[in-house]
């Protein structure tokens, strides 16, 4: 029976389970610090895969790269290392996709979706941080009233279940923060002074160092709640993760060391940070049953369900424990494991969508045709909304990708260059940027278009349905392939792209009363070194629809 490894690519520890017959057989949780060593990603992938197949399949032949699905979900977008969300999906893809090149790769979608890598490209924010979701919906089909506080080595989830479904009110972590179902304290990571401005000391209160010289994992080492196994991350000072360790590293809370504190001194402190996180959990599950006051029971999942169950108790609910067929090493690693088992049960397959043929992730998709849009035309609005809607009609039927021109976004460029003089690299990219300005209004003038920056963010949009406008920008400062000249506009940009997406076609739309002037008067010079010779451009009037139409249908 196939095979399904369940991924959570995080900025501090990287987690896998692998699920058979519905069952968890094996899982792995190993300390990765992204912003370290970043080209370090692929091979560790590979090193926990080649674990996990010892584990299950040693000397036998039921494991190749044919039979494994690799489910993921990521929680590294916040890492440093990324400026947005939409770079960390793109990376940790790419790293994917270099360690299991011959496998099937599923990416999990906050939704209960399995998109393939060019789907989540372009549903970036579905996929980032959609960990959670894997859990929740897994409890929903066994627990259909409940509350799932999932402790894990970060973060908490507190989610409500009513009626066998989700009825979260946040998806993304910004809503989810906003409507406490999502609290940012963990079991291991968790700085000290993130859990509490005042511990005990003495007889008196004492202020927290907030220098990061101890977190959570060591405050439930010392207590015994966890094992140094489960500390799954670098410690604050690089020494072991042991208790002896641990207790160093609390009495550095109030500057102090083991010399000047005793055992029950360390202990005090691990019992007030423990109950500031307890206490903080209590507050958000009791605010999330202010909304669902019928929800009477909570079940606690994860490496830190200890402190999920304290603060049920707490609050005088019912408390389970997350007991599947996971068993326990698939449950401590928390979303993976649902995920494995969500992965065997649906098969990994991703989401078919609604009108539309499911071509499936190894089919090559190739742009028919590419529709240049000049910013010229912009001076013309009844002209713009005529051609934006045979595009758009014209798009349900062949794979088109819109190029916007620069129009009074670049013109502008040229403008203050007359008065503040840049070099032409200066001026290239200050107009390609330009080029992005206007994409974004074309985007938000079309129902189904949305802005795209490469390959695979266009292939995703075709196969979803969409109506991919490019923002060339991050493409072309990848690859650069065109002078830095003001000889060189987005007529040639867009030959370009057309020439590297395959498309047969380039309709070239000019603004109203350009009908019958030679190709030569209505591109830049660079145009005819631009285009390649699979490419047969095309100049259409925008005053002439039927032309228009007509051109994109050959």
């Known amino acids: 029976m196939p095979i ?78 990324f400026r947005t969300k939409r770079e960390a999906v793109a990376v940790v893809l790419a790293a994917l996709e270099s360690a299991f090149p011959h496998s099937t790769i599923r990416v999990y979608a906050v939704d209960g979706r399995f998109l393939t890598p060019r789907e989540a490209r372009l549903a970036y924010r579905e996929v980032a941080a959609a960990s959670w979701a894997t859990v929740a919906r897994l ?82 080492l010392w207590r015994g709640d966890l094992t140094s196994d489960d500390y799954a991350s670098p410690t604050p000072d690089g020494r072991p993760a042991t208790k002896e360790f641990a207790g160093e590293r609390l009495a550095r809370v109030v500057c102090a060391d083991r010399e000047t504190l005793d055992d029950d001194a360390v202990s005090r ?25 019928d929800l009477q029971t909570v079940l606690v999942a994860g490496i830190g369900a200890f402190l999920g169950a304290r603060a049920a108790r707490g609050l005088g609910l019912d408390v389970l424990a997350l007991e599947t067929e996971a068993g326990e ?37 190739r742009t028919d045709v590419v529709v240049k849009i000049g910013g010229g035309l912009l001076a013309h609005p009844d002209s713009v909304a005529s051609v934006l809607a045979v595009i758009g009609n014209s798009s349900r039927h062949y794979r088109v990708l819109i190029v916007p021109g620069g129009g009074p976004f670049a013109e502008t460029v040229r403008q203050i260059n007359r008065s503040l003089p840049v070099s032409d690299e200066a001026s290239h990219w200050m107009a390609v940027l330009a080029m992005d300005q206007h994409a974004h209004l074309l985007a938000a003038r079309l129902t189904r278009g949305v802005i795209v920056v490469d ?29 830095h000249s003001w000889d060189v506009t987005s007529d040639s940009i867009a030959a370009w792209v057309a020439g590297s997406l395959g498309a047969s076609r380039l309709v070239l739309v000019k603004p109203p009363g350009t009908s019958g002037a030679p190709l030569d008067s209505l591109v830049d010079p660079y145009f005819s070194r631009a285009i390649p010779a699979g490419v047969t451009p095309v100049v259409v009037d925008a005053g002439r629809v039927d032309e228009l139409r007509s051109a994109l249908q050959e």
Do not use: F
């Open 4 to 81: 399904a490894l369940g991924w959570d690519i995080g900025g501090l520890t990287i987690t896998v389970a692998a699920a058979r017959d519905g069952l968890i057989q094996a899982a792995r949780l190993r300390p990765y610090g992204l912003t370290r060593d970043p080209g370090a990603l692929v091979p560790l992938l590979r090193d926990l895969a080649g674990e996990i197949e010892s584990s299950i399949a040693p000397g036998t032949s039921g494991w190749s790269p044919a039979h494994v699905t690799h489910a993921v979900t990521m929680t590294a977008q916040l890492s440093p290392i």
């Open 139 to 220: 409890v929903a089909q066994r627990h259909p009233n409940t509350i799932l506080v999932g402790v894990g080595a970060t973060t908490t989830d507190v989610v409500p279940i009513a009626g066998g479904a989700i009825a979260a009110d946040g998806q993304t972590d910004p809503e989810r923060l906003a409507s406490g179902e999502l609290v940012y304290t963990g079991a291991v990571h968790t700085p000290a002074e993130a859990i509490a401005q005042l511990v005990p000391l003495g007889q008196a209160m004492a202020g927290v160092s907030a220098e990061r010289v101890a977190i959570a994992g060591d405050v439930h």
């Open 269 to 293: 402190i691990a019992e007030w940070l423990a109950g500031a996180q307890v206490e903080s959990l209590a507050k958000a599950i009791q605010r999330v049953r202010e909304k669902h006051p």
């Open 329 to 365: 090493g698939g449950v401590r690693c928390g979303p993976v494991g649902a995920l494995a088992l969500l992965a065997t049960r649906d098969g990994g397959s991703p989401a078919r969508l609604t009108g539309r043929v499911d071509r499936g992730p190894t089919r090559e998709t």
């Open 455 to 483: 390959r695979a963010e266009i292939s995703a949009a075709q196969l979803s349905g969409r109506l991919p406008v490019l923002a060339p920008s991050c493409w072309l400062r990848a690859e650069d392939p065109l002078p």
